[in-house]
């Protein structure tokens, strides 16, 4: 199952978030938030590096006082990883965390204040070549446009954000990325698509306040994927009110699914019936757990019968097709040996990870001679 996505990507200008690309055909970059008390450096420094370890790009922590942007002093001499502030209501907190070496600065046009706010904001981040992100939010719209459309709707989203875009043309600042989010499915993507043909910023997907993790998932697969399916946004985050390192292994997961990225194991898995000859719902579930530290793209299929078995497996990289009295492992399409229930996830972890190493091998060969 290795090709190229048939999805053709928006057109856009490119930004760099620290060594981040966004935009301009870069890949598109995994983001999650801290959930963490800022002013508790040691706490916030440990959840970075857990999401980063999941397979983040960036990572946003919220800056709400002056004493949370003393700590995030701290907290960037602590990590490597880009980190973007989070500033509502008060913008001289986005000029302090602009000393501190932020790598982007996320505010809010309904609550950030007036043009002469914006205005500095923009003119430290021009001094000090910070980009930023402009996010617009339903549940935090403009007094005036709230009075005018009634509720949040796309076209206030879309009339909140071109206020900003209007301005910060006026000042010739170009450097920034914008989102238009809702937690409302249809409103968000409406949004989206109504200002991706009309600007060539780079767009920040995500649908606000998404809900737990079954519920957010599924709802931020379903408005994210629409998107992506469009060839729309640059880089996304899932809002889950779950573990952010779960958010950006639901991101991971929606863009290998398209196969506009690929990091770790793709499994293929049926979901059981009477058929199998093992436990395939046990046997993912420890295989999963096993194996999250895999980085190297791999498709592995865990198929309980011969029905469909043989087929998953031949175009995997690993395959394992139930069978009796033993279960038949493939390799590169090919039958490799057999295994019992009893040993069958110990012996397949162990091919999955000779096939990962030789993977990278063969990766890094290709990097050298290039």
Same mark, same amino acid.
Not at 153 to 181: C, G, M, N, P, W
């Given at each position: 199952?290795?090709?190229?996505?048939?999805?053709?990507?928006?057109?856009?200008?490119?930004?760099?978030?620290?060594? #981040?690309?966004?935009?301009?055909?870069?890949?598109?970059?995994?983001?999650?938030?801290?959930?963490?008390?800022?002013? /508790?450096?040691?706490?916030?420094?440990?959840?970075?590096?857990?999401?980063?370890?999941?397979?983040?790009?960036?990572?946003?922590?919220?800056? !709400?006082?002056?004493?949370?942007?003393?700590?995030?002093?701290?907290?960037?001499?602590?990590?490597?990883? @880009?980190?973007?502030?989070?500033?509502?209501?008060?913008?001289?907190?986005?000029?302090?965390?602009?000393?501190?070496?932020?790598?982007?600065?996320?505010?809010? !046009?309904?609550?950030?204040?007036?043009?002469?706010?914006?205005?500095?904001?923009?003119?430290?981040?021009?001094?000090?070549?910070? @980009?930023?992100?402009?996010?617009?939010?339903?549940?935090?719209?403009?007094?005036?446009? =709230?009075?005018?459309?009634?509720? !949040?709707?796309? /076209?206030?989203?879309?009339?909140?954000?071109?206020?900003?875009? $209007?301005?910060? /043309?006026?000042?010739?600042?170009?450097?920034?990325?914008?989102?238009?989010?809702?937690?409302?499915?249809?409103?968000?993507? +409406?949004?989206?698509?109504?200002?991706?043909? $009309?600007?060539?910023?780079?767009?920040?997907?995500?649908?606000?306040?998404?809900?737990?993790?079954?519920?957010?998932?599924?709802?931020?697969?379903?408005?994210?994927?629409?998107?992506?399916? /469009?060839?729309?946004?640059?880089?996304?985050?899932?809002?889950?009110?779950?573990?952010?390192? =779960?958010?950006?292994?639901?991101?991971?997961?929606?863009?290998?699914?398209?196969?506009?990225?690929?990091?770790?194991?793709?499994?293929?898995?049926? !979901?059981?019936?009477?058929?199998?000859?093992?436990?395939?719902?046990?046997?993912?579930? $420890?295989?999963?757990?096993?194996?999250?530290?895999?980085?190297?793209?791999? +498709? #592995?299929?865990?198929?309980?019968?011969?029905?469909?078995?043989?087929?998953?497996?031949?175009?995997?990289?690993?395959?394992?097709?139930?069978?009796?009295?033993?279960?038949?492992?493939?390799?590169?399409?090919?039958?490799?040996?057999?295994?019992?229930?009893?040993?069958?996830? +110990?012996?397949?972890?162990?091919?999955?990870?000779?096939?990962?190493?030789?993977?990278? $091998?063969?990766?890094?060969?290709?990097?050298?001679?290039?």
């Amino acid at each position: 199952m290795h090709f190229e996505s048939p999805i053709k990507r928006r057109h856009s200008r490119q930004i760099m978030v620290g060594n #981040v690309p966004v935009g301009g055909g870069a890949p598109i970059s995994v983001q999650s938030m801290t959930n963490t008390e800022t002013c /508790d450096v040691d706490a916030t420094v440990a959840q970075i590096r857990a999401i980063a370890d999941a397979g983040a790009d960036i990572v946003r922590v919220s800056v !709400p006082s002056m004493e949370a942007a003393e700590a995030f002093k701290k907290i960037r001499e602590s990590v490597s990883i @880009p980190l973007v502030a989070d500033i509502h209501f008060d913008y001289k907190i986005a000029l302090k965390v602009a000393e501190y070496g932020v790598d982007c600065l996320r505010i809010n !046009p309904g609550n950030i204040g007036n043009k002469d706010r914006i205005r500095a904001v923009v003119d430290c981040a021009r001094d000090k070549n910070i @980009p930023i992100r402009i996010g617009v939010n339903a549940g935090s719209l403009e007094k005036d446009l =709230q009075k005018k459309y009634g509720e !949040p709707t796309a /076209d206030a989203l879309v009339e909140s954000a071109f206020r900003q875009i $209007q301005y910060f /043309d006026e000042l010739d600042f170009h450097e920034y990325k914008l989102s238009l989010k809702a937690s409302d499915i249809f409103m968000t993507v +409406d949004a989206y698509r109504k200002i991706a043909n $009309q600007i060539d910023n780079p767009l920040h997907l995500g649908i606000t306040e998404a809900g737990g993790l079954r519920s957010g998932t599924v709802k931020s697969s379903i408005g994210l994927g629409l998107l992506l399916m /469009d060839g729309i946004g640059d880089t996304l985050r899932v809002s889950l009110a779950a573990d952010p390192v =779960q958010e950006i292994k639901v991101g991971w997961d929606m863009l290998r699914s398209l196969k506009l990225r690929n990091r770790g194991i793709n499994f293929i898995a049926c !979901p059981s019936c009477s058929r199998q000859n093992f436990d395939v719902i046990k046997t993912m579930n $420890q295989l999963e757990e096993r194996l999250e530290d895999i980085v190297i793209p791999m +498709d #592995v299929a865990v198929i309980g019968c011969v029905v469909n078995g043989p087929g998953e497996a031949k175009e995997a990289d690993i395959g394992l097709a139930g069978g009796s009295p033993n279960n038949l492992i493939y390799q590169d399409g090919k039958p490799n040996s057999k295994t019992k229930n009893e040993t069958l996830v +110990d012996d397949l972890e162990k091919m999955i990870r000779k096939k990962a190493l030789l993977k990278e $091998q063969e990766l890094a060969n290709i990097i050298v001679k290039n």
